[in-house]
């Protein structure tokens, strides 16, 4: 395996792994701690907004680099592994399910509604 196999392996871990922490964050098995941490983790891994944009050249792509997988380390440690096997199974079964078309079309209005609302609020400060 090369060097391109094994950073899609890893890509691959890392994907299952955030959406584990976002079942682990909403499991009331998770202590408390874990839920906390697993749930900022997950929120910050699937949101388009990042710490520092990525237009910014280097150090746009450190976040993803360092912050994520780090919160990931983090949030797995607090978590029971008997407990995280479990997320982890969960997440590679719900990885091969079919991507939901009315859950992006919910995301996409809820983001034009969005605009709607900056853009009339900016006309409206002028």
């Known amino acids: 395996m090369g060097v391109f196999g094994r950073l899609q392996g890893w890509a691959r871990r890392l994907k299952r792994d955030v959406l584990a922490l976002w079942l682990a964050a909403r499991d009331r098995r998770t202590p408390w701690q874990a839920r906390a941490v697993a749930a ?5 891994a699937l949101s388009p907004i990042d710490l520092i944009p990525d237009v910014i050249p280097v150090l746009g792509y450190l976040d993803d680099l ?6 990931i380390f983090i ?3 607090l978590i029971p592994a008997p407990l995280m096997r ?7 079964a719900l990885a091969r399910r079919p ?9 996409l209005a809820l983001w034009a509604v969005g605009l709607a609302i900056a853009l009339r609020w900016g006309m409206a400060v002028r």
């Open 75 to 77: 949030a797995i440690r």
């Open 99 to 107: 991507v939901s078309r009315w859950g992006l079309a919910m995301v």
């Open 40 to 44: 900022l983790v997950a929120a910050y």
């Open 86 to 92: 479990g997320f982890r199974a969960a997440a590679g």
């Open 66 to 71: 360092i912050l994520v997988p780090a919160g």
